[in-house]
């Protein structure tokens, strides 16, 4: 099997798959997640976001709306960006190898993010609302896009062969934990334990 690995060589699909605010916003989203990091979500207005721009808080709202809608193009610009900078790091790696330095990255990403790390210490009861009301969501979107992605990368015999859907799903859902709760363990070692066996394709028969 020669050429760059399916997984690697398919991260920019699955980038494109998941939608992005537009980069006219990022002076907004900057500011915010300044705003965020220093005070925390519960703790920030709109009024502060325009003070930390030096514009009226109409034009924020115009922008970029409310604090709740903020946050949600916040998480999905961040998204994007540690998506795009992956393939950098897999760089040599392919199948089970792949995967699992692609999630431990992810897990990463997120928790030395300031404003992530900002709400675990000192706002967790905004975590509960978050689980009920935006997580779901963000599951479906982000292994929908990435089912197309590991069902061809069963078919080059990259990875075991599974239902691609609830791969995707279950991939998703692991980490979750690890982002919310985070281990003392290294993050790749944990993910290597329990993925490995279900991702590495079985070796023909000699």
């Known amino acids: 099997m020669g050429g760059e690995p399916v997984l690697l060589r398919s991260l920019p699909t699955l980038v494109g798959r998941l939608p992005a605010p537009p980069p006219s916003v990022d002076p907004y989203l900057d500011a915010a997640a300044r705003c965020f990091a220093r005070h925390g979500i519960g703790r920030t207005s709109v009024q502060d976001v325009a003070r930390e721009l030096k514009v009226d808080r109409t034009t924020v709202y115009r922008q970029v709306g409310n604090i709740g809608s903020i946050v949600r193009l916040l998480a999905g610009r961040e998204l994007h960006r540690m998506l795009a900078a992956l393939p950098k790091r897999l760089t040599g790696l392919q199948g ?42 963000l599951v479906d979107l982000v292994a929908a896009a990435a089912t197309p992605i590991l069902r061809a990368a069963m078919e080059a015999g990259e990875l075991a062969p599974r239902d691609p859907e609830r791969l995707a799903q279950m991939l998703v859902r692991i980490c979750m934990p690890l982002v919310l709760a ?24 000699q």
């Open 96 to 137: 089970p190898a792949a995967v699992i330095d692609l999630l431990a990255a992810s897990v990463d990403f997120a928790a030395e993010h300031p404003v992530l790390r900002k709400v675990l210490a000192d706002e967790p009861e905004l975590i509960g609302p978050f689980i009920v009301s935006d997580l779901p969501m």
């Open 182 to 205: 985070p281990t003392a363990d290294d993050a790749s070692a944990v993910l290597s334990e329990l993925l490995l066996p279900a991702l590495t394709p079985s070796m023909p028969d």
